[in-house]
């Protein structure tokens, strides 16, 4: 395993790199990457004939036999299948993916480079950039997004062995580490990710390698070794800024063997400089030199950043608790969040309301999703449980270890990081962009001496598996991938039963999922076919992703709201689409009068659901006569 998670770290690593280094050189295209790639694959090739043997390791199947006779490792294959099945049958729907990141790489390989889009979307420039450098070889070569859900599936695979590596480096119990090495990968968070693009997995996959190879070179005392460590601590914070406060456990684990990097101190120095740009520095350093701002948002327009600690702290303890405590189906779920909100106290949700605005956005749903999905309701009472047994003194006769539980150093630090972020963040999506934070912060509880009491309880064991279970039905009903004909069979019911709310609902949510990949696409069908470029004018959480199909050839041009609320558009732009709501709320011209005044013609308008909250919203394609 060692071998495969390096070749990984330095793949991810090398992919960055060549990224940043395409942007600069302006080849930032098919025939750029069809070249870095195979220089990537002559040094790979290099690499592994001088430092490992036997590699791809010889598969020992008696002992893979073994191992899969037991209960969790065949849960966990059987969610990995799933996993893949969904991945491979399903176009990717997560939306921040198809809204921001996406597009932004369509608009770097369409100019050849990076460069600062001018757009009302924001997020398309100052998000840090490490998954999209990651994907970028396959959207640019293959001009599909069919693949990039192996970019998860695959480091889905490597987690157990991750959590079993840190876990015992940390003084785990050997098999208490080995019961939650196939547990926590089952969280609903992680499980519902691994299938999509969503970027929170990743970080928590990095952040654990970091981990691995920043405890393991404590041993080993390899250069190597820390090379690795502060790789795959660069690329954490490199996939998300919210990441940062991870950097405090990955020192941590680290620390003690920092001495060793003089063994080799030109590789070192060179290692560093290939960390820096694979990092989240080159984003900080551009959102510095463009808006003033290290986060690219100095006036706090997505309202993500909190100035009230306390009101942090109380609205992300409370959507924390909701979604780790999901259950896998949630028939009730509007009536339950309204509930939840009723039973705040009014000082509450003053405070929330004033301070923490983006609390409200959010919502329980009958289905983890990934957009919202943490730990999960089995995960989470695992943990509660074992906490309430050590209250109880459970475990503690006999223990040796006393209040080792308390007393590890990577643990304590990942719940300093953790409390950092719930300070500082405000967004509604808090629980999900923790998914790198739980792996470490876990490991406090699984110290605990009542965990080894515990294991040897049938009673235990058996809710362990039920836990373990419970992650089928996210994996088998998701809305963005379901393994059931989902979308036909909900909206039988839904025809059958037309006045139930919940089965309208429930055919709405299937078939908004099943659109959301190329939700404009009844748009996109009014194009002729040789239209190569189209303006585009929409809210700051609008997709636009759909008009740059096929991929490679078309292009979307952000149409640009002045001062005096007027609309330019390019010369070369003929056709635009435009979202009614957005261009009501830009200009103060209505729509028909300024196309009367421009020559322009609506050629179709038609409603479109991309968000559940929103309903249908209007959309409209326009085409301009040019003279």
């Not at 939650?180 to 990968?185: E, I, N, Q």
């Not at 006999?398 to 950092?420: C, D, E, I, T």
């Amino acid at each position: 395993m060692p071998a495969a998670i390096a070749i990984w770290i330095w793949c991810c690593a090398y992919l960055n790199f060549a990224g940043w280094t395409l942007a600069a050189l302006h080849e930032l295209n098919p025939t750029g990457y069809a070249i870095a790639l195979l220089i990537g694959f002559a040094a790979l090739f290099v690499w592994r004939k001088k430092t490992i043997e036997n590699f791809p390791p010889r598969v020992l199947w008696p002992k893979l036999r073994r191992r899969f006779r037991r209960p969790f490792p065949v849960i966990f294959l059987l969610a990995a299948v799933l996993i893949f099945l969904g991945g491979a049958l399903y176009a990717p729907s997560n939306y921040d993916a198809l809204t921001y990141r996406l597009p932004r790489m369509l608009n770097w390989l369409a100019a050849g480079q990076w460069f600062w889009i001018p757009t009302i979307n924001d997020r398309l420039n100052y998000s840090t950039t490490a998954w999209e450098w990651i994907a970028m070889p396959l959207l640019a070569l293959l001009r599909s997004d069919r693949s990039l859900f192996l970019i998860n599936a695959l480091g889905f695979l490597l987690m157990p062995g991750l959590l079993f590596s840190v876990f015992r480096q940390v003084g785990v119990a050997r098999k208490v580490a080995w019961t939650w090495m196939w547990l926590l990968p089952l969280a609903y968070g992680y499980a519902t990710q691994a299938g999509s693009i969503g970027n929170d997995f990743t970080g928590a996959l990095f952040c654990l390698m970091s981990v691995h190879f920043g405890l393991r070179a404590r041993r080993s005392g390899r250069a190597s070794d820390l090379w690795l460590a502060g790789l795959a601590a660069a690329l954490m914070t490199g996939v998300k800024l919210s990441n940062l406060p991870l950097l405090l456990p990955c020192l941590v684990a680290v620390w003690p063997a920092l001495g060793h990097l003089r063994k080799n101190l030109a590789g070192s120095a060179i290692v560093a400089g290939i960390a820096v740009l694979v990092s989240a520095a080159p984003t900080v350093v551009l959102n510095q030199a463009h808006t003033g701002c290290w986060n690219g948002d100095p006036q706090n327009l997505a309202g993500i950043q909190v100035k009230s600690p306390g009101a942090a702290l109380l609205g992300n303890g409370l959507l924390l608790l909701q979604q780790s405590l999901m259950p896998p189906v949630l028939p009730a779920a509007q009536k339950a969040s309204q509930r939840l909100d009723q039973q705040l106290p009014d000082s509450w949700r003053h405070t929330l309301k004033e301070k923490f605005p983006r609390y409200y956005l959010t919502h329980l749903n009958e289905l983890p999703q990934e957009e919202a999905a943490a730990l999960g309701l089995g995960v989470t009472l695992l943990l509660l449980t074992a906490i309430g047994a050590a209250v109880c003194g459970l475990g503690r006769a006999g223990s040796n270890r006393g209040m080792m539980a308390v007393m590890s150093p990577v643990g304590l630090a990942a719940w300093v990081s953790a409390l950092f972020f719930m300070l500082k963040m405000g967004s509604e999506a808090d629980a999900r962009l923790m998914l790198p934070y739980y792996p470490l912060a876990v490991i406090p509880i699984l110290l605990l001496p009542a965990q080894n009491h515990l294991s040897r309880s049938r009673g235990w064991r058996i809710l362990i598996v039920l836990a373990a279970l419970s992650v089928l039905p996210a994996v088998v009903l998701s809305p963005a991938r379901p393994l059931w004909p989902g979308r036909s069979i909900s909206e039988w019911l839904a025809r059958q039963h037309p006045d139930n709310p919940a089965l309208r609902r429930l055919a709405t949510v299937y078939s908004a999922y099943a659109r959301r990949n190329d939700a404009l696409a009844p748009l996109r069908a009014g194009l002729p076919g040789g239209v190569l470029k189209i303006g585009f004018l929409a809210g700051s959480n609008d997709m636009d992703y759909s008009l740059w199909r096929p991929f490679g050839l078309r292009q979307v041009e952000y149409l640009q709201i002045g001062a005096d609320q007027s609309i330019h558009v390019p010369d070369d732009v003929e056709w635009i689409v435009v979202k009614r709501a957005a261009w009501q709320e830009a200009s103060n011209v209505p729509l028909e009068t300024w196309a009367a005044q421009y020559h322009a013609r609506i050629i179709l308008s038609v409603p479109v659901l991309t968000i559940m909250a929103r309903g249908e919203e209007t959309w409209c394609l326009l085409h301009i006569e040019k003279n």
